[in-house]
């Protein structure tokens, strides 16, 4: 993975951030026809750039027909950063909601993910139910929002950032750009 290759050539931590991504989904989630619908998409070619992209990141990557809201997997991550372990949750809800299709508006879908990477269903549910991380996940959308970010994946070191599935090339230039810059000040 390129996230993973930055991380050992240049020591830098990852934080990830959330972003409203199709945030009026409802829960039983959207075929992606009713999703792009009106935005002249041609979704078998969209599918198959994800395949290719995905692939080339050592990702798996199913066909996907749905879409689902994804407001309560944010907010189940952020409370998993903060357990021990926790961050791995983020591979672990990819491949459920890519590669499984798993409705991740769903509270025992995410238990279910939770308990995967080792994390206590009984604190997960309660996290959820309670809404214990609505507003940190509404902090890294306003966030979002502040550095006009509209897609993801998007990388954001300082205030420079870079959009889409980007090859390394373009990531590790970000990152020196941004180190020369800061040892420059």
Do not use: C
């Not at 950063?81 to 509270?107: C, M, W």
């Not at 994390?119 to 996290?127: D, F, G, I, M």
């Amino acid at each position: 993975m390129r996230v993973a290759r930055l991380q050992t050539t240049f020591d830098v931590d990852i934080a990830y951030r959330h972003f409203p991504l199709h945030p009026e989904t409802p829960e039983a989630g959207l075929t992606l026809e009713e999703l792009f619908a009106g935005r002249n998409i041609d979704i078998p070619a969209a599918q198959a750039r994800m395949v290719h992209l995905m692939a080339e990141e050592g990702l798996p990557y199913g066909e996907r027909t749905m879409t689902y809201n994804s407001r309560l997997a944010q907010e189940l991550a952020k409370w998993a950063e903060t357990q021990s372990g926790g961050p791995q949750i983020h591979n672990t809800l990819f491949q459920a909601y890519f590669v499984d299709h798993a409705n991740l508006a769903k509270i025992d879908n995410l238990i279910a993910i939770a308990e995967q990477v080792g994390l206590p269903a009984v604190e997960a549910r309660k996290v959820l139910v309670e809404r214990r991380f609505r507003e940190s996940v509404d902090a890294d959308w306003q966030r979002s929002r502040e550095l006009g970010i509209t897609s993801v994946p998007t990388f954001v070191i300082g205030n420079r950032g870079l959009v889409g599935a980007q090859p390394y090339e373009q990531l590790e230039s970000l990152v020196t750009s941004v180190s020369a810059q800061h040892r420059e000040n």
